[in-house]
């Protein structure tokens, strides 16, 4: 069975601080991770990926951690800002069909 | 970066109509589209993956007869809600993976049709 789980439903930080969210996956067959930012009322923008050849990757602002023993990836925002309020999902990649399997999302709210 | 439009945005339709979105891929070609629909505070759930040229596969639990799916070129899908009730209304997105094939390539989202049906 493969699941996604993103335990905290929410997140508040304050402007110019971290902000870390994490996943967890059980299904380690496939092993690559994409992050989704999502407003209200308008489709998942594609942030970043990571597949299990790193453990690491950087765009700008945003880093994804991949911690493939403990099946736990992280997104971090840094410096955050109030335009990354948002829902965050985070998505891994099936084998085959290409299937995504969402997580339920982390709503994040930065506040000015 | 690579577009994916999604038409309408919003719609309105009685119960008992069939209404049909509309998912392009605008500047690449796309031979793999998958429909997802969102219920509210819930997260994104594949319906189908639509090939181009060929029929749909349908995820479990959703009525193949009731979401019709054509990928008729290798930049258009379409996703037809028949027969649509109220339980139908939702958001609906689809989605297209850019290149060849392989889980490197990223997958662009639509931006989403909200159906309300009544």
């Known amino acids: 069975d493969q699941q996604v789980k993103q335990n905290s439903p929410s997140l508040s930080v304050q402007e110019g601080r971290i902000s870390i969210l994490n996943c967890d996956y059980t299904?380690?067959?496939?092993?690559?991770f994409l992050w989704y930012k999502k407003y209200p009322a308008e489709g998942p923008t594609f942030l970043i990926s990571?597949?299990?050849?790193?453990d690491k990757n950087e765009d700008g602002r945003f880093t994804v951690f991949l911690n493939k023993s403990a099946k736990h990836l992280s997104l971090h925002i840094v410096p955050s800002q109030p335009g990354d309020s948002a829902v965050y999902f985070c998505?891994?990649?099936?084998?085959?069909?290409?299937?995504?399997?969402f997580g339920k999302g982390t709503k994040l709210t930065v506040n000015p | 970066g690579a577009v994916v439009s999604q038409h309408p945005s919003w719609v309105i339709c009685k119960s008992g109509t069939s209404v049909k979105i509309e998912c392009r891929s605008l500047?690449?070609?796309?031979?793999?589209m998958f429909w997802y629909r969102q219920f509210p505070k819930q997260s994104l759930m594949l319906m189908a993956t639509?090939?181009?040229?060929?029929?749909?596969?349908?995820e479990q639990g959703v009525e193949k007869d009731k979401f019709l799916i054509n990928h008729a070129s290798l930049t258009l899908s379409t996703l037809t809600v028949t027969s649509a009730h109220p339980e139908d209304s939702s958001f609906y997105i689809c989605?297209?993976?850019?290149?060849?094939?392989?889980?490197?390539?990223?997958?662009?989202f639509g931006e989403g049709s909200w159906l309300t049906v009544v």
């Open positions: 989605s297209a993976r850019a290149g060849t094939g392989g889980s490197g390539n990223t997958i662009y």
């Open positions: 299904n380690s067959m496939f092993d690559y």
């Open positions: 990571i597949s299990s050849i790193k």
């Open positions: 998505v891994q990649v099936g084998g085959g069909s290409e299937k995504l399997v």
């Open positions: 500047d690449f070609q796309a031979t793999t």
């Open positions: 639509s090939n181009e040229g060929s029929k749909a596969t349908y």
